[in-house]
Nanobody, 123 residues
Framework: QVQLVESGGGLVQAGGSLRLSCAVSGGTVSSYFMAWFRQTPGKERDFVATINWTGDTTRYADSVKGRFAISRDNAKNTVYLQMNSLKPEDTAVYYC????????????????WGQGTQVTVSS
């Protein structure tokens, strides 16, 4: 069973940057894509970005393209989400997820979720 623990959230002003981390343990880490999602109260959890094991395949939501970058350090079993040019609408709880496949360019076959980390962007 893969276990995921996010960190790096916080309060930042609009235009600023944050880097989220997701520590991965247990299971066969190389079997999974790793993704980031976000959720605001009363809304569905939305896809943000995903990356495959080798790092040569990434997908992004249109709302974050050009501002966010997903990466992974397999030696450290850690996935990152670098968030630049943050906007108030990026405010959400960000979740890390391990998944097995892409369907239509989007994550599917989820194996595990983290507990989430709060990101708040002030205007």
């Amino acid at each position: 069973q893969v276990q995921l623990v996010e960190s790096g959230g916080g309060l930042v002003q609009a235009g600023g940057s944050l880097r989220l981390s997701c520590a991965v343990s247990g299971g066969t880490v190389s079997s999974y894509f790793m993704a980031w999602f976000r959720q605001t109260p009363g809304k569905e959890r939305d896809f943000v970005a995903t990356i495959n094991w080798t790092g040569d395949t990434t997908r992004y939501a249109d709302s974050v393209k050009g501002r966010f970058a997903i990466s992974r350090d397999n030696a450290k079993n850690t996935v990152y989400l670098q968030m630049n040019s943050l906007k108030p609408e990026d405010t959400a709880v960000y979740y890390c997820a391990a998944h097995r496949i892409l369907i239509g360019g989007r994550p599917a076959g989820f194996a595990s979720w983290g507990q989430g980390t709060q990101v708040t962007v002030s205007s």
